[in-house]
């Protein structure tokens, strides 16, 4: 009986794989109809995790029409023979809110592969009031745009009305409800303002937010209890939301932040996402699989708790990270007159200099200025602040306060803390996803300003160039489930992730063999190669690696959308 099972089993698969192969099992239309798009025969990766296969993938209008073996009815096809053709990648973790409106093509994540940017982390585009207004107009002034809305929905009919190359979804950023309401003070919320909080969560919901988000190393969302934070992540949960955080702390209390941001999950109802996944500060190093292990307890125990991840040993962050958590009550403003303040001043430079900073760090070769405002300071971008001070004949705290007060408090920096061992175990879980943490920007012009983190504009070949046919951490179905359908899964999305007939026809055509990250710490601003061809719903927006200028973005609305 056994004998008689395999054998039918291999009867079928080889079956299976002439139907594939045979020309007369191509799947065609009714007479005088096409498909407005095929891609033929490349390796096709659905997305599920599925082994790969060699087939075409039909697309009309907006949506995916056929996947497998098609005829010729297409008004245009794309030959992919040699490439693989898989759902285009959902960055998780994106700071792109207000760069699409500088430059909708979003050209450093389109060359990528990516097709839909998830926004909104500690702070969101709306809602914009009160001192979260002024906080925007400080952190994006080189844009200078005109904030002309005040909520999502005026938000996301900006982004259309502009033109977007990529689908944009966001979170409703707890730091921004916060400095909506109760400024930047450091204190805790009275029952009107916690209602009020709670109120413009809820409307961030109604008007299509995915759920809640926080940044919980970011004054003010440092400020926030953990019980204030689970009554406003109830307000995302009656929506269907999620909460997704950057935790307290990714090094010493590590396992207590992941045990917060769980119990949040747990006490609101709602599913958990840890923003970008790591273990930070050499003295922790190695404790990925301790936390790993945490998650997977909570797992267990029936709480929906999952991960991002980006793949570098470097983070990112403002240099103002590097002042104590008591220099930011009140906002940028008075941090920065703080700093004037001889006495404040000299107890932020022992705090500095003791590590006793929001980074808990004072590794000064660790830490590279990525952006500066001021011609003045540009000399800095791309080096140390070791090398930095040198150059300005200071010590490293004093450079750190005088650059802060000549930046107007707003200063890029790259972070040197993590290592190759936590981020290779944390990419091989089936729970973590991959988000970039990084903003849609090009070479040229504003947005070339500067020496950002290289995640950028080489996240996602990074993954599949250098952790999958490199490295061979993850094979090249996992990885791209991770890209596609897990993050969909994660954050809600139910109609795009997978090369499937319905969905959107999000699809990436990429090179396997040259597919890779060409993007540096000191040389950023370079676009990945091995993307050949990225379609957004329907519409080809990168054609053998160029930018066609085509915006067919759409909103990703969360299931509160009214």
């Known amino acids: ?47 599920a995790g599925n082994p790969w296969f060699y087939g075409d993938v039909a697309v009309d209008g907006a949506r995916i029409a056929r996947v497998g073996k098609l005829g010729d009815n297409a008004r245009r096809i794309i030959d992919a023979t040699g490439m693989i053709v898989c759902p285009g990648f959902i960055d998780m973790h994106s700071h792109s809110d207000t760069s699409l409106l500088v430059d909708g093509n979003a050209e450093s994540k389109i060359r990528q592969g990516v097709t839909t940017e998830i926004l909104g982390e500690h702070t969101s585009a709306a809602p914009l009031q009160g001192l979260a207004m002024r906080e925007l107009g400080n952190s994006y002034g080189n844009y200078k745009l005109n904030y002309t809305w005040k909520d999502f929905t005026g938000y996301f009919a900006r982004l259309l009305q502009e033109g977007i190359s990529v689908n944009v979804g966001s979170y409703v950023g707890g730091g921004q409800v916060r400095l909506c309401v109760m400024g ?69 209390t590590l396992m207590e932040s992941i045990r917060e941001a ?52 470097a983070g990112s962050t403002g240099l103002d990270t590097m002042l104590p958590e008591w220099a930011h009550d009140g906002g940028r403003e008075k941090m920065l007159a703080r700093i004037h303040d001889p006495e404040q001043r000299a107890r932020m430079r022992k705090d500095i200099e003791e590590g006793k900073n929001i980074q808990q760090l004072r590794d000064w070769q660790s830490v590279q200025i990525a952006r500066v405002r001021t011609e003045k300071n540009k000399a800095y971008e791309g080096k140390t602040l070791a090398e930095a001070a040198r150059m300005r004949g200071q010590d490293p705290a004093d450079t750190i306060l005088d650059m802060l007060l000549e930046e107007n408090g707003v200063i890029g920096a790259i972070f040197f803390t993590m290592n190759e061992d936590d981020l290779r175990f ?52 996992d990885a791209i489930r991770k890209m596609t359908s897990l993050a969909a899964q994660q954050v809600g999305i139910r109609d795009r992730g997978l090369l499937q007939e319905g969905k959107f026809a999000d699809v990436v ?54």
């Open 1 to 47: 009986m056994k004998k008689l099972y395999t054998f039918l089993l291999l009867a079928g698969s080889i079956l299976l794989m002439a139907a594939r192969n045979d020309p007369q099992s191509r799947q065609t239309l009714p007479a005088g109809q096409q498909y407005d798009l095929i891609l033929r025969g490349g390796k096709i990766v659905d997305g």
């Open 184 to 252: 930047a003070d450091n204190r805790p919320p009275t029952g009107a303002e916690m209602d009020a909080m709670k109120a413009l969560v809820d409307e961030a919901m109604r008007q299509g937010a995915l759920g809640l988000s926080t940044g919980m190393i970011y004054p003010p969302n440092s400020y926030f209890s953990t019980q204030e934070l689970a009554e406003l992540a109830r307000a995302a949960a009656r929506h269907g939301g999620i909460y997704a955080s950057h935790i307290r702390n990714e090094g010493n």
């Open 262 to 313: 769980i119990s949040i999950g747990e006490r609101a109802g709602l599913p958990v996402q840890i923003f970008h996944f790591k273990v930070h500060g050499k003295a922790n190093w190695g404790r990925m699989p301790e936390a790993v292990r945490l998650i997977e307890e909570a797992r267990n125990r029936g709480i929906d708790v999952s991960a991002n991840q980006y793949p570098y040993v």
């Open 426 to 477: 944390a990419l091989r879980q089936p729970w973590v996803s991959i988000g970039s943490d990084g903003t849609a920007v090009k070479p040229e012009g504003v947005l070339g300003e500067g020496k950002p983190h290289p995640r950028w504009y080489g996240t996602f070949p990074r993954v599949l160039g250098r952790y999958v046919r490199e490295e061979k951490v993850l094979t090249m179905e």
């Open 509 to 562: 055509v990429f090179d396997p063999v040259r597919v890779r990250d060409k993007a540096t710490f000191t040389q950023p601003h370079q676009y990945s190669e091995g993307i050949e061809y990225v379609i957004v719903n329907g519409k080809v927006v990168l054609e053998r690696g160029k930018h066609t200028d085509a915006r067919p973005g759409k909103i990703v609305y969360g299931p509160g959308k009214r």
